[in-house]
Structure formats: structure tokens, C-alpha cells
């Protein structure tokens, strides 16, 4: 557990499959392409890289470096920052985990769906465009279905979790990741072969600025911080279980790297899809699972596809939400001061995430009349609202609790000489570039309310 300090994952890579993993989840397949739809495309893309590498990347190096240092979860730390600096800090550590808990109850509703989607096409369902309706509003109107969906989901999860850092999540997202590698890598390859292609090139990479409004800019930070599970407090559990020879900075880089290059390659996989489905892009969460499985029915073997791909949607959800899951019992195994067992902690966690999952799970029946449905109104206000200002406040805590001349001491590594170099970049960036975009961001999404 955390405070082990030699750490506590069992190889090297443990920490690396385990952190992309997580960060690899619905973000990358289901909310990316939409948000990239809203807003345009090309310029958007532009927008989501560069700030993935000035301000996600920073923040996903500042959360590890707390969990390492301190060897201990986001609650106890940002409580130790707390106490030694006199300032007051632990709140953000608990805004991030209600972040996870509130995140992981909808996130369970969407892999509940997919669930269903797999079922639907292995057992032969899916067979017309009409079978597909029908197979979509049994389940949107369904909240009860919804909710034992979100059940299976989260037992699959409490079970993982319950095994332990080793043997649970490192053992299991281990033999999970290639598999997914395997299989997003055969459907880019099927996707790009469809006529669509050069449309979706243009779209992606081609870069119009006037599509982009004033909220894009705060889109692109949430998204980014969703998608590499910033803000969240996860990473610092993940850091927290480091071991002393590995660079927490180098690796928190690498992660930022791998995620956001599976976006694009899934962008390749998603709109190609999309265009020639509809010959528009997604800018509605809803359309991929409703364009791409009647669009699936048109292509040679799309019925295979379909499994595949809904397969690959739900292992990237399953491991999303073993990340989230083990950095909320981490902190729910010391909440009040107390230690409690992993399995005490797991329960209370999980029964409190499913409890909550029951609103979502009702969107598309008791509150279908929503402005703009449940699940999407909450996914937004949480992303572009309460994201950012939670990755400032673990900021903020990071760099008044610690201070600069300990976080040299914990990111600076003398026998790699360019981890000096890297500190400069990164003292930079936290203290004006990641504050400035973010409020920036903010602001202008205001002034958009007003417009
Ligand atoms: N990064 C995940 C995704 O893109 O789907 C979502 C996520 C996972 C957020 C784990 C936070 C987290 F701790």
C-alpha cells in the first residue's frame, strides 16, 4: 500500500500499465470525438495538443511527484501540506476525490451500455437498423436495466480492486492493455480503409480557427485534464505507490504522450465511421452508440467490428474505472484519521459510487426531459466547470504545501541531468502558463454565458 516506501507496484511497467490504462479510457473513444465535433475539428486538435503538453502534462507531473514524495493518497496528503504550511489546503484533496466518486457513478452508467451493445451483437441482435433501434430503446427505456448494467460493471471493478494493487490492478490492466492495443490498431486499420478517409484527414488535421468559440479553449483544458485523469487526485495514489528508483516526472511525460496520441489514433477510428455513416461529425455523446452500430450493418463483416469495437470501448472503460476505483479506496482506507481494511473501504466505496450511479442510470427515463439529458448535463458542468478549478487546487496545494526547493529535491534526479532542465520548464509553466490558460479559460467561458 502507499506508504510502503520502497513502493508498491510489483515491476517497472506496473506504474506505466496501470497509469495509461487509466488514462486511456471513454474520454479517448466516447467523449473525444464529440467535443472535437462541437468544436470544429482541425483547430480544436491543435488546441487539445498543445495544451495537453503545457498544462496537462505539468499537472499529471505535479500530482505524481506529491503522491511520491509523500508516499500517501490526495486526503492525506493535501492534510500533511496542510499541517506543515499552515495554509488552508485539504480541501482540495477532497473536492478531487468527490470529483472520482461523482465521475465513476456516470462513467459506470456508459460502460453499463456498452455491456449491453456487446451482448446485443454476440448474441446476433443486432441484425437490421431496426433490430438496433429497438435494441437501444429497450435499453433507454430502461433506467432498471440501466442501473443493474452499472451494477455488473462496478462488481467486475470491486473485484479487481479488492485483490489489491499487485495482484488486482497490475496483474489484471497488465494482460488487458495489449489486448486493447491489438484490437484499436485492427480497427484504425479497418476505418481507414473506408472512402471517408480523406474527408476525416481534412477534418482532423486541417486547421479552420474560425470554428473555435469562446468556450473551446476551456473545453480543451477539461477535456485534457478528463482524459489524463488530472484533477482527480488518482495520480497521486498512482505516485504514491512509486518505486524510489523510478522518475516520477519522466514517466508522468510518457503517460501524457501515449494518451494523447491514442486520441488521435482513435479519432482515425471514430469519424471515418462517422462521416460516411452520416456524413457529419459527432457532436452528440449519444451518436456513437447509435450511428456506428447501424452504420456497422452496411460493411463486410461489420457485425465483427461491432463486437470488436464495443469489446475494445469496455476493456478502456474497465480500466479507466479500476483506476478511479482504487484511488478512492486508497483514500477511503484513512478517511477520519483512521486506517481501515481494503476490503471495508471497497465496499463502503463501491456501494456509495452505485447509490449515485442510480441518477444517471435514470436520465434517459425520469429525467429525460433534462435540457440536453442528465449524463451530459452533468459530464459538462464537471469537466469544463469543476475540473479546472479542482486541478488548480491540487495545484496550489502542490506548490504552497511543498514548496519549490522540495520539489526540486523530489524532481530533480543527479544522474539525469536533463531532469534539471526539466524543472525549469516546469516551475514556468506551473506558476504562470497553467494558472493563466485555466482562469483564462474560465472567464471567457462566462462571458460565453452572456453572448
Ligand atoms: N482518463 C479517463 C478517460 O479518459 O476515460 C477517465 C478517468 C479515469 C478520469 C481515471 C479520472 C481517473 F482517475
Same mark, same amino acid.
Given at each position: 500500500?502507499?506508504?510502503?516506501?520502497?513502493?508498491?507496484?510489483?515491476?517497472?511497467?506496473?506504474?506505466?500499465?496501470?497509469?495509461?490504462?487509466?488514462?486511456?479510457?471513454?474520454?479517448?473513444?466516447?467523449?473525444?470525438?464529440?467535443?472535437?465535433?462541437?468544436?470544429?475539428?482541425?483547430?480544436?486538435?491543435?488546441?487539445?495538443?498543445?495544451?495537453?503538453?503545457?498544462?496537462?502534462?505539468?499537472?499529471?507531473?505535479?500530482?505524481?511527484?506529491?503522491?511520491?514524495?509523500?508516499?500517501?493518497?490526495?486526503?492525506?496528503?493535501?492534510?500533511?501540506?496542510?499541517?506543515?504550511?499552515?495554509?488552508?489546503?485539504?480541501?482540495?484533496?477532497?473536492?478531487?476525490?468527490?470529483?472520482?466518486?461523482?465521475?465513476?457513478?456516470?462513467?459506470?452508467?456508459?460502460?453499463?451500455?456498452?455491456?449491453?451493445?456487446?451482448?446485443?451483437?454476440?448474441?446476433?441482435?443486432?441484425?437490421?437498423?431496426?433490430?438496433?433501434?429497438?435494441?437501444?430503446?429497450?435499453?433507454?427505456?430502461?433506467?432498471?436495466?440501466?442501473?443493474?448494467?452499472?451494477?455488473?460493471?462496478?462488481?467486475?471493478?470491486?473485484?479487481?480492486?479488492?485483490?489489491?494493487?499487485?495482484?488486482?490492478?497490475?496483474?489484471?490492466?497488465?494482460?488487458?492493455?495489449?489486448?486493447?492495443?491489438?484490437?484499436?490498431?485492427?480497427?484504425?486499420?479497418?476505418?481507414?480503409?473506408? &472512402?471517408? #478517409?480523406?474527408?476525416? +484527414?481534412? *477534418?482532423?488535421?486541417? %486547421?479552420? @480557427?474560425?470554428?473555435?468559440?469562446?468556450?473551446?479553449? !476551456?473545453?480543451?483544458?477539461?477535456?485534457?485534464?478528463?482524459?489524463?485523469?488530472?484533477?482527480?487526485?488518482?495520480?497521486?495514489?498512482?505516485?504514491?505507490?512509486?518505486?524510489?528508483?523510478?522518475?516520477?516526472?519522466?514517466?508522468?511525460?510518457?503517460?501524457?504522450?501515449?494518451?494523447?496520441?491514442?486520441?488521435?489514433?482513435?479519432?482515425?477510428?471514430?469519424?471515418?465511421?462517422?462521416?460516411?455513416?452520416?456524413?457529419? &461529425?459527432? #457532436?452528440?455523446?449519444? +451518436?456513437? *452508440?447509435?450511428?456506428? %452500430?447501424? @452504420?456497422?450493418?452496411?460493411?463486410?463483416?461489420?457485425? !465483427?467490428?461491432?463486437?470488436?469495437?464495443?469489446?475494445?470501448?469496455?476493456?478502456?472503460?474497465?480500466?479507466?474505472?479500476?483506476?478511479?476505483?482504487?484511488?478512492?479506496?486508497?483514500?477511503?482506507?484513512?478517511?477520519?484519521?483512521?486506517?481501515?481494511?481494503?476490503?471495508?473501504?471497497?465496499?463502503?466505496?463501491?456501494?456509495?459510487?452505485?447509490?449515485?450511479?442510480?441518477?444517471?442510470?435514470?436520465?434517459?427515463?425520469?429525467?429525460?426531459?433534462?435540457?440536453?439529458?442528465?449524463?451530459?448535463?452533468?459530464?459538462? @458542468?464537471?469537466?469544463?466547470?469543476?475540473?479546472?478549478?479542482?486541478?488548480?487546487?491540487?495545484?496550489?496545494?502542490?506548490?504552497?504545501?511543498?514548496?519549490?526547493?522540495?520539489?526540486?529535491?523530489?524532481?530533480?534526479?543527479?544522474?539525469?541531468?536533463?531532469?534539471?532542465?526539466?524543472?525549469?520548464?516546469?516551475?514556468?509553466?506551473?506558476?504562470?502558463?497553467?494558472?493563466?490558460?485555466?482562469?483564462?479559460?474560465?472567464?471567457?467561458?462566462?462571458?460565453?454565458?452572456?453572448?
Amino acid at each position: 500500500m502507499g506508504r510502503s516506501k520502497g513502493g508498491a507496484w510489483r515491476t517497472r511497467f506496473g506504474f506505466y500499465v496501470v497509469a495509461i490504462g487509466s488514462a486511456c479510457g471513454l474520454g479517448n473513444l466516447w467523449r473525444f470525438p464529440y467535443v472535437l465535433g462541437e468544436n470544429g475539428g482541425g483547430a480544436f486538435v491543435l488546441l487539445y495538443v498543445l495544451i495537453a503538453f503545457i498544462l496537462g502534462a505539468p499537472l499529471l507531473i505535479g500530482e505524481l511527484v506529491l503522491g511520491k514524495s509523500l508516499r500517501e493518497s490526495v486526503i492525506p496528503a493535501t492534510k500533511t501540506l496542510e499541517k506543515k504550511s499552515q495554509l488552508p489546503l485539504r480541501w482540495a484533496g477532497r473536492f478531487a476525490v468527490l470529483m472520482s466518486i461523482v465521475v465513476l457513478s456516470y462513467y459506470s452508467v456508459i460502460a453499463g451500455w456498452v455491456i449491453h451493445f456487446i451482448v446485443q451483437f454476440a448474441l446476433g441482435l443486432f441484425s437490421t437498423k431496426e433490430s438496433i433501434a429497438d435494441g437501444l430503446s429497450v435499453l433507454m427505456g430502461s433506467g432498471g436495466l440501466q442501473w443493474a448494467l452499472t451494477s455488473v460493471h462496478l462488481l467486475i471493478v470491486l473485484v479487481v480492486v479488492g485483490k489489491g494493487v499487485q495482484e488486482g490492478l497490475e496483474r489484471w490492466i497488465s494482460s488487458i492493455m495489449p489486448l486493447f492495443a491489438i484490437l484499436v490498431s485492427v480497427l484504425v486499420y479497418r476505418s481507414l480503409s473506408l &472512402p471517408s #478517409t480523406p474527408d476525416v +484527414l481534412r *477534418f482532423l488535421f486541417y %486547421p479552420d @480557427f474560425s470554428k473555435l468559440t469562446l468556450q473551446s479553449l !476551456i473545453h480543451a483544458v477539461g477535456h485534457v485534464l478528463f482524459t489524463l485523469s488530472v484533477g482527480f487526485g488518482t495520480l497521486v495514489t498512482f505516485g504514491s505507490y512509486m518505486r524510489d528508483e523510478d522518475h516520477a516526472p519522466t514517466a508522468g511525460f510518457r503517460v501524457a504522450v501515449v494518451d494523447t496520441l491514442v486520441s488521435l489514433g482513435v479519432g482515425l477510428l471514430v469519424f471515418p465511421i462517422a462521416f460516411q455513416a452520416s456524413n457529419t &461529425p459527432l #457532436t452528440d455523446p449519444g +451518436l456513437l *452508440f447509435e450511428v456506428l %452500430p447501424k @452504420f456497422l450493418l452496411e460493411i463486410p463483416g461489420g457485425v !465483427i467490428f461491432g463486437l470488436v469495437f464495443f469489446i475494445s470501448l469496455y476493456l478502456a472503460a474497465l480500466n479507466a474505472s479500476i483506476g478511479l476505483f482504487e484511488a478512492i479506496v486508497a483514500n477511503f482506507k484513512s478517511i477520519g484519521g483512521r486506517q481501515q481494511s481494503r476490503a471495508a473501504a471497497s465496499w463502503q466505496a463501491g456501494g456509495l459510487v452505485l447509490i449515485l450511479s442510480l441518477f444517471p442510470s435514470l436520465s434517459s427515463t425520469v429525467f429525460r426531459n433534462w435540457r440536453g439529458g442528465l449524463i451530459e448535463n452533468i459530464d459538462s @458542468f464537471l469537466v469544463n466547470w469543476l475540473l479546472p478549478i479542482s486541478a488548480l487546487g491540487l495545484l496550489y496545494a502542490i506548490i504552497k504545501g511543498m514548496g519549490f526547493k522540495s520539489l526540486e529535491e523530489n524532481f530533480v534526479d543527479r544522474e539525469r541531468p536533463v531532469s534539471e532542465v526539466m524543472f525549469s520548464h516546469w516551475v514556468l509553466l506551473v506558476k504562470w502558463v497553467v494558472p493563466a490558460i485555466i482562469l483564462t479559460g474560465l472567464v471567457l467561458q462566462v462571458i460565453g454565458l452572456f453572448l
